[in-house]
């Protein structure tokens, strides 16, 4: 068992710095996106909508939890000459990436199911298993990186980090599933690539988590906590935003295509990315 | 006579971590449920509407409600080494329960009764009488159960208590009214059979209430607490968010039917469900 | 001259609880009726919009009172073994009623107006006349039951009082001259039974406030106080929820009117109104 | 040299109770125009419409202010038997009244053009002076009344004051030529009467404000400290609601007026003002 | 090596005010501006709508990030007779400039871009390198500037402050680059003028925060402190809103010549700029 708490930390000044930057950018890059995300809605059909709204649903908690952390993270450690020391709010600058994870997670599950090939039952299938492997893996993570000891005792975080990871592995051969759906039913659409894309990407930078997870098991420093933290609010970033930015494409792509196609979404008006009509001039006749 | 209030308890580091956890994860969802509610709402038509604004109402004052909670439950419990005491807030980690439900229990009585398939002057007395037996439910339980002596007076817990189950019963005979007039009047639309899960979802998971309610007829430890405060956190999550959802779903169903009617309730546009069109191509033909 | 504030007094535990509970819940059930009329305002034609947006006005006025009250209250009792005394913050857990009504009060009076048989220039006298004695009646009921020696001089409370008193029967003088006109001007609409039912509910409702007024006239006990916030509380609710849950309804039949008589007020779409279409088939045709 | 600053003093329990009253209706009034402007925004037409959006933006900045006021005054005067004496906080309770009018005066000179019959390059001149002169006016002003000596140096007084009225001279020559303008161009316009109006409006309570910093060259009392608050949140209310509420009229009437003319302002639909069409039966029509 | 941070300063009662003026009025300017994008953001078509998001999005963060200024500066400094000396919180008084500035910075390159007449690929090129450029510059800046030894380690903020101005000079090529694409893709264009503008501004004023990054080279005072915190304050309301409105009125008249070449954008009504039509009778005739 380790002695610390992973947030029974002594800070150096610039490692408070350091993670009070990374909180607080994580959390204002999020207000933006959820910002981003409302404004554009209306530019997706309501097919797809759900995407969107999922991805609006994940900045807003994000932001929400991003906002606790700052708050705790700025009261947890209290200044001593050059120093800052963790006081017993400590562990709130640490426990909300749980709370925000188990609510988002699974929805970043469902922006992308409802950008995917898979429609009807099927979709509410993959959405079901989906959304209770999210939940399962963020609920297991917690009891053994924070609810247990505060994430000191050993046996209890490697279980319960084991059973996490099998959910993840459930969730990325559901990823690789879709993908593979994707590839035949999306085989002549312009959505396919940044839709592989941002499978790619959830796949890659998702493994930052246990990474981190497993950082507990080892000697806690004041290195490993700044790193840790970092890390984290990176990888925020980039599964929330760049991800959610990603499918935000899809789905604009698939609205300009159904319309081109004559599919009834109820979008009305022309689709534009990038300064450019999406599809070319033979979709959108109908405006 | 308990000689402690149900909040009067000294929590493990572990129930503590729970207990916020629980509390935080239900205050998110229900803020994502409430961003989904009011970006979602244009897809149901003015029909049904009520529906899609009491549920965004519940979600929004159930969410200023844990918020409250979280803060309550963060000052409330003051770290002693490895325990947590509780301090005078201690009283308002519980009592918002009372506060919430005061407000939202009578509207998902409106929730339901507006996409029922009963209308007119006797929906307006089935809507009055489910308010009535919804308030009073809440009413007499808060007093049995936190305003005489923070519900450590037995005597009066039981008879409250009582007098609260009745109004349940009554709320009960009520959705069992609309289950048989929906089977009748619905029996041929595919809204039935998400409508007919909405009402079981309530009927079952309300139980929870008054079994949280009567832990406090018995021996009140921290484990009594953890359980009432986690149980009642994820009752919370399924009738509101799970029935909201619910109901949703039979909303929208219902407009797409409507539309295939040609009753004119000034919806425009095609209704998606999944990614497919709602009740086939024969439907939305005037938009 | 009464040796205490009105909210200079020691509660016990069930009193504090309940004043609690009352402030709580109104506070919750102003937050849900603004949601609802900021969701609802597009069913009302911009006719007779302002007194749906004089409605959302007075729910978010008081919404925002309630926050103080509630914050106040918390912050304004400190707990001593089982009972609860008055810190120099108890003050704000009463006077925020006046600041709130200052507001609320004209604007229900401009509310009312709006759906009234009163247009042009003699709606703009009314609304000036009532505006006046609206906000006199407050400001005077400040001056007299707090400002002055804290609403313990009773010359001052029994004068101002009465002052306030007169502005008040000049606007039942006026509540009475809007329901002749419309038992005149909306003989045969539909909307004509529930406006009648508007004012009678404020003029009967209002009688609360003076009542609440004159306790201070007596010996100030805890269970004055306590009957005094939760008499209040409910008063609220009922005058700024119920009231405007009427005057909401006479807005819609109203519109609803308005096009089947074929006066364009910018409605376009059908009026519904419990699960049915309001004024039956002959309306709503253009849409 | 005073002794004291504007806020330096000790107030009495009335005297503290009335500051409190005039701050807080102010902040709630602005609450509820902001809430207002947003709502009424689509009834006025593009053409128009910055000065819908300068009003909300002056009540929503103001609405801010005046929090920041309350909570410091608030926390700025502690109580002392039946005294409020003035902490170091309490410049926060004078100075924001500077922070708001820097941004809200400079948007009232916006909104009063948009709406006047100066149009184009010259449109363009006369903003760019106006915000000039108003920015100037109010940050001499701060630098004379708050910034230099807690406002108790005579000398940078009455220097600094007299250069903010001079910007002020210039504004009112600014009103005179645009009241000038709109003689010329709206001679037949219904919207002369209320834009003539919105502007002596301006002119007479601006006077308010240099009376108001006179009062710090005189001796300073409790009693010259509540008579500027009081004095000042009428002003505020009078300057931005009254104001604004005119300047709205003024759209509305000129947005109906280009409808009747033919003008494409984009606006579709009637507009409405107390109950009756806007300039009879002949415009409209289009809609 | 200094022996002050920036912050670490004892400031007089007039330095106080100033700085607390300057902060609080750039962020009320940045409330207003942002509540101007949200409410004008459909006068844009899709289009160029990235840019007004984008511009709404700086707005709202920069807007959070004073917040915490103007909440850190008040908590930081602490009074002493007439003076303020810094406390643990002074250092939140200036970080956060460099939180905003990571997420808006890289917006206003997007903002610019949007607008710009690079389209498509070549336009996701230039965002994907102008994002990396601005993040870059700033995140190095942080790093010289605060995180190290509280950027008193004049090694580490001259190598660091190096760096940052590399990426500066990469952007001001790119904004070279972009204004002699515009110069000949939108030489007969009424917008070409307002852009070249923007970018002027932009260039022009971004010097100011290399020159503030520099005084901390030197020994540092109060008036240091005071001259940066104002210089800062103005140059982003400048790089922020008056960019902002000059992209906003750029991106405007691209919508009104769209429409006049019948290019659809699903934009419909017309264009208004200081109440006249732009770009003549002969635009906006589909409307």
Redesign the interface.
Known sequence: MNNNALWNVTLS??QH??I??AL??AG??L??FA??Q????H?I?????PAA?AG??VA??AF??YI?LVLKF?AGY??TVDRWTAA?NA??SW??R???W??TVP?LVVELI?VSS????Q??KYRAIGISLAAGMIITG?IGG?????GTNLAALWIWGAISGLCMVGLYVMFVFMLLHARRDLARSSALQPFQFAITLLIVIWFAYPAVFAFQGFDVTAGTYTTAQVLLSVADIIAKIGFGALIHKVAKLRTAEDVAAGI???H?????I????ATGPQN?RR?
């Open positions: 000044s610039g710095a350091v009070f930057y607080a950018v204002l890059a207000a933006a910002v981003r409302l404004t554009t809605m530019e059909s309501v097919r797809y909508r709204i609006t649903c807003v908690v929400l939890s606790v700025d209290t200044q017993s562990f709130l426990a909300p749980y709370f925000d188990t609510v929805l409802a898979i429609v009807g039952a979709a509410a917690f924070v609810a247990i000891d505060e009834d979404t109820g009305d008006g022309p689709v534009w990038n300064g450019q009509r959108g405006s």
